[in-house]
Nanobody
Framework: VQLQASGGGLVQPGGSLSLHCAAS???????MGWFRQAPGKEREFVAA????????YYSDSVKGRFTITRDSAKNTMDLRMNSLKPEDTAVYSC???????????????????WGQGTQVTVSS
């Protein structure tokens, strides 16, 4: 599985951005997710989606503001980020975990495939 992320950029607090992740390779199953890492901090879970069924999961810090979706026909995943805050500033990466189960979907160590990171900066 190869992942290609795009999107990101600079936005003012309260603004919106969308991230896009395209997957190629063998047919996908399991979970795909977004993780972020701010300078000096550990990588943290943002959101995940179960590929079959489309169930979504969010960290408490983004719940209600971010929306993760997927297009299984196109093998793509998007993250719509609304009401952005300065603390959302980080490098965001998409990842895939074909073998993940529900209890492991938020653990970045379980994800074996990663796209390149994309910078999201929220600043006035």
């Amino acid at each position: 599985v190869q992942l290609q992320a795009s999107g990101g950029g600079l936005v003012q607090p309260g603004g919106s951005l969308s991230l896009h992740c395209a997957a190629s390779g063998r047919p996908f199953s399991g979970y795909m997710g977004w993780f972020r890492q701010a300078p000096g901090k550990e990588r943290e879970f943002v959101a995940a989606i179960r590929w079959n069924g489309g169930h979504t999961y969010y960290s408490d810090s983004v719940k209600g503001r971010f929306t993760i979706t997927r297009d299984s026909a196109k093998n793509t995943m998007d993250l719509r980020m609304n009401s952005l805050k300065p603390e959302d500033t980080a490098v965001y990466s998409c990842a895939a975990c074909p073998t993940c189960i529900l209890s492991s979907h938020s653990n970045f160590r379980q994800y074996g495939y990663w796209g390149q990171g994309t910078q999201v900066t929220v600043s006035s």
